[in-house]
């Protein structure tokens, strides 16, 4: 009879599992725009022709591998978008950038704490999330990094799920091997709602 492995390990995905986006940044850049007098049409002009600009910065082999890569990226988008909104308004671009910064805009379920609290006690908790580098910040934004044994950002490793790769990343980082790790990427509150 095959011996049975026990589960010790539990590798969580970040977005939609532990936390959400309260607002997403086109979403804050077209409030604050609006709010700042600048017309529905413009403001329309302005974040089509800024989703264009992401989709080629991509294309043209911009990989996001460091905070150093995301900077320049969001330098780059907020002065393209300001120049299309009030050509040469430099603060215009600062404050899209600072005002829609995702980091802050995360906001944990309400399950969240009292799951990884419970869960805490008897597992090993990883997150590994397809992301750039601000969204590692979230973690300690939310004051939920101490959960984790690992914090595993997909961009930081050159590479996305569902490529096998960053599976095999996170098993070496934890020192594990696939029979005991368990992968969650559901809602906390799915996994709750199981329990009872």
């Known amino acids: 009879m095959a011996k049975r492995q026990i589960i010790d390990t ?61 900077r320049k990226w969001l330098d780059a988008r907020y002065k393209f978008l300001a120049n299309v909104i009030d050509k040469g308004n430099l603060e215009l671009a600062d404050r899209l950038k600072y005002v829609a910064f995702d980091t802050y805009q995360y906001k944990l379920f309400d ?7 419970r869960l805490k006690k008897s597992y090993k908790l990883c997150v590994l999330s397809n992301a750039t580098a601000s969204l590692d910040w979230a973690f300690d934004f939310l ?20 490529d096998e790769k960053l599976y095999y990343i996170a098993l070496e980082k934890l020192n594990k091997n696939h029979l005991n790790v368990c992968l969650l990427m559901i809602k906390l509150k799915m996994l709750l709602l199981q329990k009872k």
């Open 10 to 70: 539990i590798i969580f995905d970040a977005g939609g599992v532990l936390f959400y986006i309260n607002e997403f940044r086109n979403t804050i850049i077209k409030r604050v725009l609006f709010s700042m007098g600048y017309s529905e049409l413009i403001i329309i002009k302005g974040l089509e022709s800024v989703n264009d600009f992401d989709l080629k910065y991509f294309k043209s082999d911009n990989n996001i591998c460091s905070w150093e890569d995301e």
């Open 111 to 117: 399950e969240t704490i009292d799951v990884l609290n």
């Open 143 to 162: 004051d939920i990094r101490k959960y984790f044994e690992e914090v595993i950002i997909s961009s930081y490793e050159n590479c996305f799920k569902p």
